[in-house]
Each structure stands twice: as C-alpha cells, then as structure tokens.
C-alpha cells in the first residue's frame, strides 16, 4: 500500500525559506520511472503544479516558480524535500506531494496524493 | 491563469450525463496524454483517467476521457450526488515535457 504524508512548518514569515518534507511508504524511489511531484493549492482555488523529481535525480519545476524551488531526495529514508524561498503571503496554500509509477508501459500520474499541509504565510 | 482552460462550473440531475472540457494547446494537450482528477471537498485529488481515457483499478466505468486536437474532454453518466466535486485536467508541457500542468478546475454540481 503506497501512503504519502507532507509535514513542516504550518506558519512562515514573509522572505522566509519553506522546506517541506514528503515522507512515503509502498514504493522505492530507486525503482524505474518512478516519480514523486509537488502541487499547491491555495484556499478556494485551483491545483498549481511546482516541481517533481525522478529515480533517477532528474528534476523538473514549475516555470513561474523555478528561480524559488529545490527538490531532493533522499531514498534510504523514504523522502522528498522541496524548499522554497522568499515566501510571501500569496504562497498560503495546502502543499501536497503525490506519487507516479509506470504500469507497465502505462503512466499513472499522481495516483497516489498525501493527505496536504496548509501552509500559511503571514508576519 | 491556467494554460488548460476548463469551464468554471457545470451542473446535471442525478442520473444524466455530464461533459467537462479541457482545451489546451499543440505543446500539452496536442502532443501529450490528458488526465484527470476528482478533488471532493477537503481532499486530495484522486486520479480519474490517465493516457486520455484510461481508468485506474477501482474507478467506475461511469467516468470516460477522450482527446482530440487540443482538447480533452471528461464524461460522467448516471450522475450521483457522490459525485459533486471539483475535476481537474492535467498533462505535460513545454520541450521534450518539460512540466506538468494543470487546468484551473471544473464544479460540478449534482442538483
């Protein structure tokens, strides 16, 4: 059974840096394929894509939010770690992270989500 | 603003069929699988379809996807009030798919 949880800081201040950790179960992030992404939402809007990264250390990222993003992994403990830096108040979201393997020759994006960390951002 | 544009909201009786679209462009949709996702209130998204019209293990063949062009399009019949949600598409983006992207979401309420 594939579980994903987000954990980190739920209050930040403004220009702080964000580090939240993704911590999983079920899968190895050593496995072929797999990939393990990062999404935001903020209250009462729309999924925002910000980063993932592969088995293999590629990593992809938002355009709009590449200058702000880090993600790492660090396999032996089961773990994602995407930091963002110089947070301001419109970066208050829910910061999920979320699962994605092949099936063979079929790619399952995101088919296994965290349960989300609301992130607030305010002095 | 999403470079996927779905319509913001959409409305059906229990029992009837519902369509949500999903228009893109030649660099996501046109070149790209489309999948889509169910946000119930206070959740985390749950995959729907996958490679355009592919269902995962457990989800109902109520739910269908289909693509053409630039434009994806999700299909609900025999509606439920379980069903009131929001729904997302999402698919690659940019060069050799550089990034993932996802529409700005559909409301779909089941009166």
């Given at each position: 059974?594939i579980?994903?949880?987000?954990?980190?800081p739920?209050?930040?201040?403004?220009?702080q840096?964000?580090?939240?950790?993704c911590t999983f179960?079920?899968f190895?992030?050593?496995?072929n394929?797999?990939?393990?992404?990062?999404?935001?939402?903020?209250?009462?809007?729309?999924l925002?894509?910000?980063a993932?990264?592969?088995?293999?250390?590629?990593?992809?990222?938002?355009?709009?939010l590449?200058?702000?993003?880090?993600?790492?992994?660090?396999t032996?403990?089961?773990?994602?770690?995407?930091?963002?830096t110089n947070?301001?108040?419109?970066?208050?979201?829910?910061?999920?992270?979320?699962?994605?393997?092949?099936?063979?020759y079929?790619?399952?994006?995101?088919?296994?989500?965290?349960?989300?960390?609301?992130?607030?951002?305010?002095? | 603003?999403s470079?996927?544009?779905?319509?913001?909201?959409?409305?059906?009786?229990?029992?009837?069929?519902?369509?949500i679209?999903?228009?893109?462009?030649?660099s996501?949709?046109g070149?790209?699988?489309?999948s889509w996702?169910?946000?119930?209130?206070?959740?985390?998204?749950?995959?729907?379809?996958?490679?355009?019209n592919?269902?995962?293990?457990?989800?109902?063949?109520?739910?269908?996807?289909?693509?053409?062009?630039?434009?994806?399009?999700?299909g609900?019949?025999?509606?439920?009030?379980?069903?009131?949600?929001d729904y997302?598409?999402?698919?690659w983006?940019g060069?050799?798919?550089?990034?993932?992207?996802?529409?700005?979401?559909?409301?779909?309420?089941?009166l």
């Open positions: 059974q579980t994903l949880r987000e954990s980190g739920t209050l930040v201040k403004p220009t840096t964000l580090t939240l950790t179960s079920g190895s992030l050593t496995a394929g797999v990939f393990v992404a990062w999404t935001r939402q903020p209250p009462g809007k729309a925002e894509w910000l993932l990264i592969y088995w293999d250390d590629d990593k992809r990222f938002s355009p709009a590449k200058t702000r993003l880090t993600i790492t992994k660090d032996s403990k089961h773990q994602v770690f995407l930091t963002m947070m301001d108040p419109v970066d208050t979201a829910t910061y999920f992270c979320a699962h994605s393997a092949y099936s063979g079929d790619l399952l994006p995101f088919d296994h989500w965290g349960q989300g960390l609301l992130v607030t951002v305010s002095s | 603003q470079v996927l544009t779905q319509p913001p909201s959409v409305s059906a009786a229990p029992g009837q069929k519902v369509t679209s999903c228009s893109g462009s030649s996501n949709i070149s790209n699988f489309v996702y169910q946000q119930l209130p206070g959740t985390a998204p749950k995959l729907l379809i996958y490679e355009d592919k269902r995962p293990s457990g989800i109902p063949d109520r739910f269908s996807g289909s693509k053409s062009g630039t434009s994806a399009t999700l609900i019949t025999g509606l439920q009030t379980g069903d009131e949600a997302y598409c999402g698919t983006d060069t050799l798919s550089a990034f993932w992207v996802f529409g700005g979401g559909t409301k779909l309420t089941v």
